[in-house]
Protein backbone atom coordinates (compact mmCIF):
# COMPACT_ATOMS: atom_id res chain seq x y z
CA UNK A 1 0.00 0.00 0.00
CA UNK A 2 1.22 2.81 -1.28
CA UNK A 3 0.97 5.43 2.10
CA UNK A 4 1.48 9.09 1.11
CA UNK A 5 -1.76 10.58 -0.44
CA UNK A 6 -3.88 7.82 1.13
CA UNK A 7 -6.43 8.24 3.80
CA UNK A 8 -6.73 5.99 7.06
CA UNK A 9 -9.59 6.01 9.42
CA UNK A 10 -8.47 5.88 12.88
CA UNK A 11 -10.95 4.65 15.66
CA UNK A 12 -10.16 5.59 19.15
CA UNK A 13 -11.47 6.60 22.37
CA UNK A 14 -12.88 10.18 23.09
CA UNK A 15 -11.48 9.85 26.90
CA UNK A 16 -7.39 9.77 27.09
CA UNK A 17 -7.75 6.91 29.49
CA UNK A 18 -6.30 6.46 32.64
CA UNK A 19 -2.94 6.08 31.37
CA UNK A 20 -0.77 8.72 29.75
CA UNK A 21 1.03 6.39 27.35
CA UNK A 22 -2.29 6.41 25.64
CA UNK A 23 -2.29 10.25 24.52
CA UNK A 24 1.42 9.45 23.96
CA UNK A 25 0.41 6.69 21.46
CA UNK A 26 -2.77 8.75 19.58
CA UNK A 27 -0.01 11.30 19.59
CA UNK A 28 2.55 9.71 17.96
CA UNK A 29 0.10 7.88 15.70
CA UNK A 30 -1.25 10.95 14.42
CA UNK A 31 2.84 12.35 13.90
CA UNK A 32 3.50 9.19 12.13
CA UNK A 33 0.57 9.60 9.68
CA UNK A 34 1.40 13.50 8.82
CA UNK A 35 5.01 12.39 8.40
CA UNK A 36 3.77 9.89 5.71
CA UNK A 37 1.59 12.12 3.79
CA UNK A 38 -1.50 10.45 4.53
CA UNK A 39 -5.32 11.71 5.61
CA UNK A 40 -6.35 11.16 8.64
CA UNK A 41 -10.20 10.21 9.07
CA UNK A 42 -11.90 10.22 12.11
CA UNK A 43 -14.38 10.90 14.65
CA UNK A 44 -14.30 14.92 14.66
CA UNK A 45 -13.64 15.39 18.13
CA UNK A 46 -11.11 17.69 20.32
CA UNK A 47 -11.01 15.60 23.40
CA UNK A 48 -9.75 11.91 24.85
CA UNK A 49 -7.51 9.65 22.13
CA UNK A 50 -9.44 11.49 19.45
CA UNK A 51 -8.33 14.71 19.79
CA UNK A 52 -4.70 13.72 20.67
CA UNK A 53 -4.39 11.98 17.25
CA UNK A 54 -5.85 15.51 15.11
CA UNK A 55 -3.78 17.67 17.26
CA UNK A 56 -0.68 15.55 16.58
CA UNK A 57 -1.17 15.59 12.92
CA UNK A 58 -2.20 19.13 12.45
CA UNK A 59 0.53 20.31 14.20
CA UNK A 60 3.19 18.91 11.10
CA UNK A 61 0.99 20.25 8.64
CA UNK A 62 -1.42 17.03 7.91
CA UNK A 63 -4.80 16.69 6.35
CA UNK A 64 -7.41 15.65 9.07
CA UNK A 65 -11.03 15.08 8.20
CA UNK A 66 -13.43 14.99 11.09
CA UNK A 67 -16.71 13.02 10.89
CA UNK A 68 -19.43 13.74 13.45
CA UNK A 69 -22.83 12.84 13.86
CA UNK A 70 -25.15 15.71 15.47
CA UNK A 71 -26.16 14.09 18.06
CA UNK A 72 -22.51 14.23 19.41
CA UNK A 73 -21.34 17.45 18.51
CA UNK A 74 -21.68 19.13 21.96
CA UNK A 75 -21.31 15.64 24.09
CA UNK A 76 -17.43 15.09 21.78
CA UNK A 77 -16.95 18.57 21.20
CA UNK A 78 -16.08 19.07 17.88
CA UNK A 79 -12.66 20.01 16.89
CA UNK A 80 -12.57 23.41 15.45
CA UNK A 81 -9.37 23.51 13.37
CA UNK A 82 -9.07 20.43 11.06
CA UNK A 83 -8.98 20.39 7.34
CA UNK A 84 -12.85 19.17 6.79
CA UNK A 85 -15.33 18.70 9.28
CA UNK A 86 -18.57 16.78 8.16
CA UNK A 87 -21.42 16.14 10.43
CA UNK A 88 -23.73 13.37 9.97
CA UNK A 89 -27.57 12.76 10.56
CA UNK A 90 -26.60 9.47 12.79
CA UNK A 91 -23.88 7.06 13.28
CA UNK A 92 -24.87 4.80 10.76
CA UNK A 93 -24.27 7.30 8.77
CA UNK A 94 -20.79 8.42 10.51
CA UNK A 95 -19.12 4.95 9.84
CA UNK A 96 -20.59 4.52 6.40
CA UNK A 97 -18.82 8.14 5.43
CA UNK A 98 -15.30 7.31 7.98
CA UNK A 99 -15.48 4.11 5.72
CA UNK A 100 -16.21 4.97 2.19
CA UNK A 101 -13.64 7.97 2.88
CA UNK A 102 -10.38 5.40 3.94
CA UNK A 103 -7.52 3.05 2.38
CA UNK A 104 -7.26 1.35 5.94
CA UNK A 105 -8.41 1.15 8.96
CA UNK A 106 -6.29 1.26 12.55
CA UNK A 107 -7.29 1.07 16.23
CA UNK A 108 -6.52 2.26 19.26
CA UNK A 109 -7.34 1.72 22.44
CA UNK A 110 -10.98 2.89 23.29
CA UNK A 111 -14.04 1.12 24.57
CA UNK A 112 -17.70 0.42 22.85
CA UNK A 113 -17.61 2.74 20.05
CA UNK A 114 -13.81 1.68 18.90
CA UNK A 115 -14.76 -1.91 19.42
CA UNK A 116 -17.98 -1.60 17.58
CA UNK A 117 -16.17 0.55 14.48
CA UNK A 118 -13.50 -1.74 14.59
CA UNK A 119 -15.28 -5.01 14.52
CA UNK A 120 -17.60 -3.70 11.69
CA UNK A 121 -14.86 -3.21 8.88
CA UNK A 122 -13.59 -6.52 9.67
CA UNK A 123 -16.56 -7.83 9.42
CA UNK A 124 -17.14 -6.30 6.36
CA UNK A 125 -13.85 -7.55 5.29
CA UNK A 126 -15.07 -11.13 5.87
CA UNK A 127 -18.14 -10.87 3.88
CA UNK A 128 -16.03 -9.23 0.86
CA UNK A 129 -17.20 -5.63 1.00
CA UNK A 130 -13.72 -4.48 0.93
CA UNK A 131 -9.89 -5.18 1.08
CA UNK A 132 -8.64 -2.80 3.19
CA UNK A 133 -5.93 -3.46 6.15
CA UNK A 134 -7.45 -3.69 9.35
CA UNK A 135 -4.67 -2.58 12.15
CA UNK A 136 -4.82 -2.70 16.10
CA UNK A 137 -2.03 -0.75 17.74
CA UNK A 138 -1.99 -3.13 20.77
CA UNK A 139 0.56 -1.46 22.89
CA UNK A 140 0.99 -2.92 26.23
CA UNK A 141 -1.21 -5.86 25.28
CA UNK A 142 -4.44 -3.46 25.14
CA UNK A 143 -6.42 -5.73 22.90
CA UNK A 144 -4.93 -8.69 23.92
CA UNK A 145 -8.23 -10.24 25.18
CA UNK A 146 -9.65 -9.67 21.67
CA UNK A 147 -7.05 -11.58 20.02
CA UNK A 148 -7.50 -14.28 22.42
CA UNK A 149 -11.41 -13.92 21.68
CA UNK A 150 -10.70 -14.73 18.15
CA UNK A 151 -8.92 -17.53 18.51
CA UNK A 152 -11.71 -19.19 20.82
CA UNK A 153 -14.26 -18.58 17.96
CA UNK A 154 -11.89 -20.25 15.78
CA UNK A 155 -11.33 -23.11 18.05
CA UNK A 156 -15.16 -23.23 18.28
CA UNK A 157 -15.77 -23.19 14.78
CA UNK A 158 -17.62 -19.94 14.46
CA UNK A 159 -14.61 -19.06 12.14
CA UNK A 160 -12.07 -19.92 9.59
CA UNK A 161 -8.68 -20.10 10.64
CA UNK A 162 -7.88 -17.69 8.02
CA UNK A 163 -9.91 -14.87 9.98
CA UNK A 164 -7.64 -14.76 12.05
CA UNK A 165 -5.29 -12.57 9.94
CA UNK A 166 -7.99 -9.74 8.88
CA UNK A 167 -7.12 -7.67 11.80
CA UNK A 168 -3.40 -7.40 12.28
CA UNK A 169 -2.40 -6.73 15.82
CA UNK A 170 0.73 -4.45 15.53
CA UNK A 171 2.71 -3.33 18.98
CA UNK A 172 3.10 0.47 17.82
CA UNK A 173 2.93 2.87 15.94
CA UNK A 174 6.55 1.81 13.78
CA UNK A 175 4.89 -1.79 13.48
CA UNK A 176 1.72 -0.58 12.33
CA UNK A 177 3.08 1.60 9.72
CA UNK A 178 5.59 -0.67 8.20
CA UNK A 179 2.86 -3.22 7.92
CA UNK A 180 0.85 -0.57 5.79
CA UNK A 181 3.53 0.16 3.64
CA UNK A 182 4.07 -3.05 2.89
CA UNK A 183 -0.04 -4.19 2.45
CA UNK A 184 -1.32 -6.21 -0.53
CA UNK A 185 -4.80 -7.69 0.08
CA UNK A 186 -4.23 -11.78 -0.70
CA UNK A 187 -5.17 -13.11 -3.83
CA UNK A 188 -8.27 -14.91 -2.70
CA UNK A 189 -9.67 -11.79 -1.65
CA UNK A 190 -8.93 -9.48 -4.32
CA UNK A 191 -10.61 -12.41 -6.72
CA UNK A 192 -13.84 -12.17 -4.57
CA UNK A 193 -13.88 -8.58 -4.37
CA UNK A 194 -13.36 -8.89 -8.46
CA UNK A 195 -16.52 -10.96 -8.53
CA UNK A 196 -18.49 -8.29 -6.96
Same mark, same amino acid.
Given at each position: ???? &????A?Y? #???????P??L?????L??A?AL???T?V? /?GAS? %?? +??G?? *?A?LA? &? #? @??? /?? !? =???L @???? !????? !????????? +??A?K? +?M????????? !? =?? /???T????L???T????????K?V????? &?G??D =? +?R?Q? *? @???????????L? %??????? /?????????? %??????DE????AK?
Open positions: MNLR &GSSLVC #GSSPGHDVFALATAGALEGVVY /GV %GL +MGVA *DAL &G #G @RVV /GV !L =PES @RARE !LAHDR !LSELHITDD +MHRL +MATLADGFVA !L =PG /GYGWEELEVAWRQIGLHTPVVINH &GYY =P +MAI *D @RAVEAGFMRPAR %GFIHFAE /GVSDAVEYLQ %GYVPPLRAKFG
